[in-house]
């Protein structure tokens, strides 16, 4: 069986191997929604379509300005640009000019049904009784300084109705204002051409950030000053600092480590079966994901792969026994390391093992990862090093030995019990003076790292145009399209109260654009009873005399809506028939206008932002409480290797995840999701250290500390540099790796046996 057992594992590698081939050669879609991390059981299928809907409509969209000190100039360039990139295939459609097409079939679309057709205010006099009110602001429209109305339209619509109606839609306002066709907006000497597109493509796809790259710096004028925003242009900066900092920090990390390996072995052997066994690791864990899940997150996968790194701790302590001159063949050096290796597998899997106890399909997908991977290089390290392994002993080192050695006596020797008790006196003070400015941080825009520049490029561009989006909506559900434009009249007045109070800067909802057939029966009752009385009074004083034309008294339906052109935003609103959305616009105080609409039937505000950041501030909060339940989960298993001592095995571990969120707070690190995911590694990996200490002999003791110190150089090489990443996760990351690995590895040896 012993002579099988590698073969076995090779058949069952090749196999996941196959697999995960074809589901590569497939095209592997990895899921990448926020909205795929929540339980299934707590999701909503409405707010996930709205969620998505909204998210996709702004992440697809950009906007650019185009600035010149002569106006022409700006125009051309806005034109020319615009031109350029309805040419280019790479957007839909692109905003630039006014379409007039356009707004006069906003007249044909509307005018049949003017009869039930009222502007707020008009409806909000009617019903006050104040019908002189409407019939001065008539008066007004007709002889103001930009009077209009002819006797067609006064026969067709004598107190001017829809006119007011149209004038209060609540289309996007801004400062923009045509020039020669163009939608310009001019301050300060400056004229900015605007233009805005809906790209054809996913932004977060680096082929399409690559294509836009190239058209832009072969399509913007260098004369011209240019401001952008957009998803697009966040993503491609992302990815850009993303590859600029793996590629320095890769590189670094996997030099320093190498060389640090080929310096203390002096073989390439250990090197290129370290990789094997995390390759193998990975691979195999995919592969059953894949298999188990049908599709993995990309969360999962990147911190899986990371958590995998604990597999090189096996390797390491493998290849350091080949220092150790009783250890002369691989099935020794497996032989001495195999307990040490079984306790420490095990230790961690309980701790990854407790996430499968979380209803997160992200923390549960992070677990079957790092399990299963583990696993795969535990049997790899088991199975095949005795195999493949075809070094002898080595015979330098004596110094290196020695120097590592004292490490370990640092923790063990009576004489140097001042200095620990001064280590740990410096640890507890630094993480006591850490407890007061140590805050959780889920905020989801501190997690997504925008770039200054283009952040200050958005906040300009919402200056200048006046427009601003819409991050928080409300989702209304309803039996019908009937009762969804009811229930959005019951709650447009408390919102007109909170625009009135500065809780929000405005409001779009379909009901605005098409009210209720009831509202629309409603309206046309209310100015037979209120206007009708005075009309004929009303035409004398305007010497009108021509027969008037009543107006269709079938009513304006939601499905007559365009999907394209003004409208086309009121289309996009209505996910279904009883599904619709009203976008809130400059929302100030999110939880006050929560509480201004509650109690309205069917009606639930959605912020996409808090929402995300909600679900950052469960995680980190799960991650916590089953990173304790790892510790009190692991426990029996060291009572019943160690006795007693189980607390000293565990201790070092314990206090590294306890101490480093509040050192790291000293530093202005706030503790996030992906703090908590780090202290997940460092309580398996300092646990693994401790057991290496505790399970070695006195004789191989610098062996065993050699081992450990080249797994915590390895793991501060791969992930302790992220620390110098200017992306927030990624900092959070390697900053909690750092301080916490460093703790764990300088108390690891207090879990040694005592000579």
Same mark, same amino acid.
């Given at each position: ?245 793996? $590629?320095?920090? =890769?590189? !670094?990390?996997?030099?320093? &480590? /190498? %060389?640090?390996?080929?310096? +203390?072995?002096? @073989?390439? #052997? *250990? ?98 990862? $790092?399990?299963? =991977?583990? !696993?795969?290089?535990?049997? &790899? /390290? %088991?199975?095949?090093?005795? +195999?493949?392994? @075809?070094? #002898? *002993? ?110 929000? %800067? ?121 990173? %304790? ?127």
């Amino acid at each position: 069986m012993r002579r099988l057992a590698p073969w076995l594992w090779l058949a069952v590698v090749l196999l996941a191997g196959g697999y995960l081939g074809l589901r590569l050669h497939g095209g592997l879609a990895l899921q990448s929604s926020v909205l795929a991390l929540l339980p299934r059981a707590e999701r909503d299928s409405l707010a996930d379509l709205a969620q998505q809907r909204v998210a996709t409509a702004g992440a697809r969209r950009i906007v650019l300005l185009l600035g010149h000190a002569e106006a022409p100039r700006a125009r051309a360039a806005g034109r020319t640009l615009a031109a350029a990139l309805q040419a280019s295939g790479l957007v839909r459609g692109v905003t630039a000019s006014v379409d007039q097409a356009a707004r006069e079939g906003l007249g044909a679309l509307y005018f049949p049904h003017r009869a039930g057709l009222l502007a707020e205010a008009d409806r909000a006099a009617l019903l006050a009784g104040q019908a002189p009110a409407v019939l001065e602001r008539a008066r007004a429209l007709l002889f103001g300084p930009a009077g209009f109305g002819d006797a067609g339209l006064l026969a067709r619509d004598p107190f001017l109705l829809l006119p007011a109606f149209f004038a209060a839609l609540p289309l996007p306002q801004s400062r923009l204002a045509a020039d020669d066709g163009q939608l310009v907006v001019q301050e300060g000497g400056m004229t900015w051409a605007f233009l805005s597109a809906e790209l054809a493509e996913d932004p977060f796809a680096l082929p399409v950030q690559d294509a836009f790259e190239a058209f832009f710096a072969a399509h913007l004028p260098a004369d011209v000053t240019v401001l952008r925003t957009g998803a697009l242009f966040y993503a491609t900066a992302g990815a850009r600092q993303a590859m600029q900092e793996t $590629s320095t920090l =890769g590189t !670094v990390s996997m030099v320093a &480590t /190498v %060389a640090m390996v080929l310096l +203390v072995f002096r @073989r390439l #052997g *250990p090197i290129l079966l370290s990789v094997l066994a995390m390759g193998v690791g990975v691979a195999v864990a995919a592969a059953f994901c894949l298999w188990w899940f049908a599709e993995m997150h990309t969360v999962a996968l990147l911190f899986g792969a990371s958590l995998l790194g604990v597999a090189v701790d096996y390797s390491l302590e493998y290849f350091a026994s080949l220092f150790h001159p009783e250890a002369a063949t691989p099935a020794e050096r497996l032989r001495e390391v195999l307990p040490g290796l079984a306790i420490g597998l095990a230790t961690t899997l309980i701790g990854y093992l407790t996430l499968l106890l979380a209803p997160f399909p992200g923390l549960q997908q992070i677990a079957v990862f $790092s399990v299963v =991977g583990l !696993v795969a290089s535990f049997l &790899t /390290v %088991a199975l095949w090093y005795p +195999v493949l392994d @075809r070094g #002898g *002993p080595l015979r330098h080192g004596r110094r290196l030995l020695a120097a590592v050695d004292g490490h370990a006596r640092l923790w063990e020797a009576p004489r140097w019990r001042g200095a620990r008790l001064a280590v740990l006196a410096l640890l507890l003070a630094a993480g006591a003076a850490g407890l007061p400015v140590l805050r959780a941080d889920d905020n989801v825009q501190n997690l997504q790292g925008m770039p200054p520049g283009l952040k200050r490029q958005e906040a300009e561009i919402q200056r200048l145009t006046g427009n601003g989006g819409a991050a928080q909506f409300l989702l209304v559900r309803a039996a019908d399209a009937e009762a969804a434009l009811q229930a959005q009249e019951a709650v447009l007045p408390r919102l007109a109260q909170a625009e009135a109070r500065g809780l929000l %800067a405005g409001v779009q909802a379909p009901a605005q654009f098409v009210p209720s057939v009831a509202r629309q029966r409603e309206n046309a009752a209310l100015v037979a009873r209120s206007l009708a009385p005075l009309q004929a009074a009303y035409l004398a004083e305007l010497g009108f005399t021509a027969p008037l034309q009543p107006a269709s008294a079938a009513p304006l339906l939601p499905s007559a809506l365009p999907a394209d052109g003004p409208l086309g935003v009121v289309r996009a609103l209505m996910l279904d028939a009883g599904t619709h959305l009203m976008l809130l616009h400059g929302v100030t105080d999110l939880a006050a206008l929560r509480h201004l609409v509650q109690g309205v039937p069917g009606v639930q505000l959605v912020s996409l932002a808090d929402d995300w950041s909600a679900l950052f501030g469960t995680y980190r909060r799960q991650a916590v409480w089953l990173l %304790a339940l790892s510790v009190l989960l692991m426990l029996p298993l060291l009572a019943w290797r160690y006795g007693w001592a189980a607390w000293r095995v565990l201790a070092p571990a314990v206090l590294a995840v306890l101490l480093a969120p509040p050192i790291c707070a000293l530093f202005g690190l706030t503790f996030t999701f992906f703090n908590a995911m780090a202290l997940v590694l460092v309580l398996s990996i300092g646990v693994d250290y401790a057991v290496f200490c505790r399970e070695t002999t006195l004789a191989r003791r610098p062996v065993t500390m050699l081992a450990v110190l080249l797994a915590a150089v390895s793991t501060l090489l791969s992930f302790g540099m992220l620390a110098a990443s200017q992306v927030f996760a990624v900092h959070a990351f390697g900053m909690t790796m750092l301080v916490g690995i460093g703790i764990a590895f300088l108390l690891a040896p207090a879990a040694g046996r005592r000579a």
